[in-house]
């Protein structure tokens, strides 16, 4: 049975995929194929649902800048993988603290610049970059590892934080979750079924796609912002 509040974990969406397949002891299609089917839909709900409300992607980091360095490796920092930074933070004599925002995707753009909000910590307005940087070689398999690049250097260590929208989940292990409400997991149960169940070139059948189209409809309904107020940064784990 699937969490009541969302954000199950692998095992427990496998468990509700197998049921739904009537397949609970695995005979029928492997763990490592209904593994594959549910990363593909988890991913496919994923961004359906930040597609209708972007703010339900924002997270933040805290993390400590050091003094006298030019720039930062931030691939722990951001293990959740990062579609877009929202803001940088800097929350080391008050909270919150001077700001520098960007607004670029940076799976498409692989170095920009930070734009300062608010300097009144600094009186010479230090630049900070994101960017990405080529990581192992061609007889390897290659990433793009994220840097945060300060200049000039801080005189003093800083406390930071990091506001940015994170990738979809990776289902690699059984206790990673979904980060998705139970309307969404509802879908992705549906999904990873219809992959199991029929050949990419096979048309779904009607009792399957019209469930399909229900689960899609409640996410709607769940997930679209609130057109009204101030826009306000929402977190994952509010």
């Known amino acids: 049975m699937l ?33 594959r089917y549910l990363q593909r839909a988890v991913t496919t709900w994923y961004n359906k649902m930040i597609r209708l409300n972007s703010e339900l992607a924002n997270r933040y980091e805290d993390f400590t800048f050091a003094a006298s360095t030019s720039r930062m490796d931030m691939t722990s920092t951001l293990a959740n993988g990062i579609r877009k930074v929202i803001m940088l933070e800097d929350r080391t004599n008050q909270q919150p603290g001077p700001c520098w925002v960007a607004a670029e995707d940076v799976r498409d753009l692989y170095r920009y610049s930070l734009n300062v909000v608010d300097s009144v910590l600094y009186g010479n307005n230090p630049k900070f970059v994101f960017y990405f940087e080529q990581a192992g070689t061609l007889a390897a398999a290659q990433t793009l590892k994220p840097y945060l690049e300060v200049s000039p250097q801080l005189t003093s260590a800083r406390s930071m934080r990091i506001h940015y929208q994170c990738e979809a989940p990776s289902m690699s292990v059984d206790a990673a979750t979904s980060a998705l409400p139970p309307e969404a997991e509802e879908a992705v149960v549906l999904q990873a079924c219809i992959l199991a169940k029929f050949q990419e070139d096979e048309s779904v059948p009607q009792a399957w796609q019209a469930a399909l189209d229900v689960a899609e409809r409640h996410l709607r309904e769940t997930v679209r912002p609130i057109m009204r107020g101030p826009k306000r940064i929402r977190y994952l784990d509010d």
């Open 3 to 35: 969490n009541q509040n969302g954000n199950s974990t692998r095992a427990l969406l496998i468990t509700e995929i197998k049921n739904q397949l009537n397949d609970p002891n695995g005979e029928m299609w492997s763990a490592a194929d209904l593994q």
